[in-house]
T-cell receptor, first 115, second 113 residues
Framework: ETGVTQTPRHLVMGMTNKKSLKCEQH?????MYWYKQSAKKPLELMFV???????ENNSVPSRFSPECPNSSHLFLHLHTLQPEDSALYLC??????????????FGPGTRLTVL | TQLLEQSPQFLSIQEGENLTVYCNSS?????LQWYRQEPGEGPVLLVT?????EVKKLKRLTFQFGDARKDSSLHITAAQPGDTGLYLC?????????????FGKGTHLIIQP
């Protein structure tokens, strides 16, 4: 596997379910990100991790809980989601924050549908 | 909140035509990136521009960063069906902040054979 991988690619869940999204990067990068992409809206940055430490949380509701056990893996734990949380969730990585974020490499995304 | 406005929102043209899409803001960015996203995939970085007035070429694609680093354009010459996709611009404020990238809503481009 190369680049940034995400699983699952598609997920349908009820509002009372608990699920997790997984992201893995094989690029040796130190920073990882979660973005939300909804129709008719710009890509929204949710969380940023640099060397496993969370450096950014853009006022994301607590029903989204990130976890970064090491620089290569990133999880997004989901619980009691709402239908408006349905979106494409993208993971990305970059070499470092280095003042500016630099080139980010995106995974293919998880298409989430909340019923 | 910074805002990157991309125009047009949708564009459908015939193969072989030329086109330009725009990315505008009232804010200054330390750098600006262009991505292309195809259905079912994540965005793929095309280019990063960092200097005001900078022009970069990638085969038939020409990217320009405005002199004041508030806007950018992407020009495609002799468009091909393979150019079809969602073109996103994203700006970085830099300066040691952890604000990440600010994305525009994108331009949906369809090149008809």
């Amino acid at each position: 596997e190369t680049g940034v991988t995400q699983t699952p690619r598609h997920l349908v869940m009820g509002m009372t379910n608990k699920k997790s999204l997984k992201c893995e990067q094989h690029l040796g990068h130190n920073a990882m990100y979660w973005y939300k992409q909804s129709a008719k809206k710009p890509l929204e940055l949710m969380f940023v991790y640099n060397f496993k430490e969370q450096t950014e949380n853009n006022s994301v509701p607590s029903r989204f809980s990130p976890e970064c056990p090491n620089s290569s893996h990133l999880f997004l734990h989901l619980h009691t989601l709402q239908p408006e949380d349905s979106a494409l969730y993208l993971c990305a990585s970059s070499q470092g924050l280095a003042g500016a974020y630099g080139a980010q490499y995106f995974g293919p995304g998880t298409r989430l549908t909340v019923l | 909140t910074q805002l990157l406005e991309q125009s047009p929102q949708f564009l459908s043209i015939q193969e072989g035509e030329n086109l330009t899409v725009y990315c505008n803001s009232s804010s200054v960015f330390s750098s600006l990136q262009w991505y292309r996203q195809e259905p079912g995939e994540g965005p793929v970085l095309l280019v990063t521009v960092v200097t005001g007035g900078e022009v970069k070429k990638l085969k038939r694609l020409t990217f320009q960063f405005g002199d004041a680093r508030k806007d950018s354009s992407l020009h495609i010459t002799a468009a091909q069906p393979g150019d079809t996709g969602l073109y996103l611009c994203a700006g970085e404020r830099g300066g040691g902040g952890a604000d990440g990238l600010t994305f525009g809503k994108g331009t949906h481009l369809i090149i008809q054979p």
